[in-house]
């Protein structure tokens, strides 16, 4: 083994739970377990803990979470006034736990990723590196359409040229420096997975396959996913607006052309009358205006949005053995 660049390190895992009442108690234990084996063998410090961050549920998720608060000191429960969505529960746990600990480990409470890659990421934090994307090197778990349409966005967002890991969603390791880095960018319109390659630092990946939910169903409805990738879309670049331009300068020139065209016919006597390619121009154009206006209208949406600072999220309740005033701080701040 070479000698480690980092020290063992203090990990919390955050868990961001939403209606997660039938998978908790699984999680908590496979997770608890996990961190007893990893303090076992020195890989972490004995003080490492699990955060669980209950996003609004509507059903006894918190309850749950609270029982494990009380029963066992290495678990942590933090409360959002409401459902705020998977990416402001996380930034909230990312913001509670950061300041107690050296490294925090982000995952879903199905436990769809593989948690025998948690300890590989800790393995590349003693190495050296701050950030450990965990990537699915096989989804066929996934129903075909949850595949193609995940796989799809992937493609069409590093076509518009956003830098992000290819199926890597937000089981990540991050070092205290990489989660600081990420709570400086401020935005509403947060996109974590398209946020932590602009924070840099040394960054690696672990290979996993993805597994089945263990229990209840998914929380990502269609209606939520569309919501994200156009969060990621949105927040990471500007191409859409810049497509418009051109099929704007497509458009013109193509007019160009046809008005020459159209000329020639008159003055050679041709005029005919033109009846659908009238009508047909007048859709297709009109198709494409309100195309454009609709995507420039996303963009002032989330202008709009965004000059307003509105609060992320709002915590109801921190449960934590002795919450040090920079976690609260820090929480705050985020917030
Ligand atoms: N989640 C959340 N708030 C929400 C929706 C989801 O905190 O509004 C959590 C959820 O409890 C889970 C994670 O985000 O821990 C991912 O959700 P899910 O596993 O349902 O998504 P999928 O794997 O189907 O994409
Ligand atoms: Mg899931």
Known sequence: MPASLYPVPRLAIVVPCYNEEEVF???????SALLASMVQDQ??????FLL?????????TWAQIQTA??????????KLSRNEGHQSALLAGLAAAAPQADAVVSIDADLQDDIQAIPRMVSCYHAGYDVVYGVRESRQTDTWFKRTSAEGFYRLM????VQQVFNHADFRLLSQRAVKGLLAYAERNAYIRGLVPLVGFPSTQVGYARGIRTAGESKYPLRKMLALAMEGITSLTITPLRLITALGLFICAFSLVAAIYVLIRKFTGHTAAGWPSIILSIFFMGGVQMLSLGILGEYIGKIYLETKKRPRFHVESFLCQEAPDDAIATLAKTE
């Open 69 to 78: 608060c009380g029963a066992q000191p290495h678990v942590q429960g933090l």
């Open 43 to 48: 890989k972490i410090k004995p003080d490492s």
């Open 158 to 161: 590093a076509a518009m040229g």
């Open 25 to 31: 108690t699984f999680c908590q234990q496979e997770l």
């Open 52 to 60: 669980f961050v209950d996003d609004g549920s509507r059903d006894s």
